[in-house]
């Protein structure tokens, strides 16, 4: 599956972002899928993830109560609804997609099997 970031951009703090993530080549449907971001001179980092089925989401902590993922079966895209952003928010965002990503593994990003170019996120104190 091919999948294609976008929906980054620069916000002020306390703003809001909608960063979208289209698939194609297969469908969304039976794959987990999840956000991760990458900050400068940082590691990758799991923000927010999805089982197949749309089962209750996980977030990090740095996310929980103010990011929310969801995604449009029908559109086979993946979202991330981020409001209340800070500067620590700054960063790369990736979405990702495996169809064998076990619930103890959502938050490990080498579980996932595809990945997405990648959304700039820049907020401004």
């Known amino acids: 599956v091919q999948l294609q970031a976008s929906g980054g951009g620069l916000v002020q703090t306390g703003g809001s972002l909608t960063l979208s993530c289209v698939a194609s080549g297969r469908t969304l449907r039976s794959s987990t899928v999840g956000w991760f971001r990458q900050a400068p001179d940082k590691e990758r980092a799991f923000v927010a993830g999805?089982?197949?089925?749309?089962?209750?989401?996980y977030y990090s902590d740095s996310a929980k109560g103010r990011f929310t993922i969801s995604r449009d079966n029908a559109k086979n895209t993946l979202y991330l609804q981020m409001n209340n952003l800070k500067p620590e928010d700054t960063a790369i965002y990736y979405c990702?997609?495996?169809?064998?990503?076990?619930?103890?593994?959502?938050?490990?990003?080498?579980?996932?099997?595809?990945w997405g170019q990648g959304t700039e996120v820049t907020v401004s104190s």
């Open positions: 990702a997609a495996g169809r064998s990503v076990i619930t103890g593994r959502i938050r490990d990003d080498d579980a996932y099997d595809n």
């Open positions: 999805l089982k197949y089925g749309n089962s209750n989401p």
